[in-house]
């Protein structure tokens, strides 16, 4: 048996991008976002606009829990070099659409208990879940980003095109492009389509282009799950 093994897992990282050097402001703009539903440790890939000392970058990402591990061909490359922390080529650039549709489900706090000395406090609600909705058919170069539910499309999407969600995805009609569920490591995340033909898939980072496919799904009805070891499960669909 060999000793050295190379397996297929796809990275779930979020992407900083900064036109600021003001790390005063980075952390005050970059704080509530973190807060609607990246975990402690999620792993960051840096990008910027403008020049700005990178260890200081590094360090003040780090002390927001996040676990920054590249950054891109850029304005910062290199520096990261001199350092020898890795520098990554920038991503293709896809339109980021927005959906035809999204539906909120909130849950309010409970209302304070009354004080003798202070008025009863109401906190804003907080969103728990959205569903993003979309009726018109995801072309190439465009992506559909869903960061706090699902996304539910009823026309397909085209090749080079992509659909993130940190929860499930239905796609009712041709998945062509890439399709990632599970945005962040959610494993309870799940994929539906009524025809498989995409370039890749992926839940909670496990992923599966499309040579590895199972043929027996291709172009079929599939529900796409992770199962106890972590493994993609292409099960066919009968309607």
Request: aromatic share 4%; hydrophobic share 40%.
């Amino acid at each position: 048996m060999a000793d050295i093994r190379i397996k297929g897992r796809m990275v779930n990282a979020i992407r900083i991008s900064l036109d600021t050097h003001d790390h005063n402001a980075i952390r005050q703009q970059l704080t509530p976002m973190l807060q609607k539903g990246f975990p402690a440790g999620t792993l960051a890939v840096i990008e910027s606009s403008v020049e700005q000392e990178l260890i200081e970058l590094i360090q003040l990402l780090i002390s927001l829990d996040l676990q920054p591990m590249a950054v891109t061909e850029g304005l910062l490359a290199k520096q990261a070099r001199s350092i020898q922390f890795p520098v990554i080529p920038s991503d293709r650039q896809l339109q980021q659409v927005k959906a035809t549709k999204e539906q909120v489900v909130e849950t309010k706090p409970a209302t304070a208990e009354k004080n003798e000395v202070e008025n009863i406090a109401q906190a804003e609600p907080a969103i728990q879940h959205i569903t993003s909705y979309h009726n018109e058919i995801l072309r190439t170069g465009q992506c559909l980003v869903q960061n706090n539910g699902d996304i539910i499309s009823t026309a397909g999407i085209n090749s080079g095109s992509e659909a993130i969600a940190s929860g499930n995805i239905h796609i009712y009609g041709s998945a062509r492009g890439r399709v990632i569920a599970g945005a962040g490591g959610n494993t309870a995340a799940r994929i539906f389509c009524h025809s498989l033909e995409a370039e890749l898939v992926s839940i909670a980072g496990t992923y599966c282009v499309a040579d590895d496919i199972p043929q027996h799904v291709a172009k079929q009805p599939v529900h796409i799950y992770l199962n106890d070891q972590q493994e993609l499960v292409f099960e066919a669909l009968q309607f």
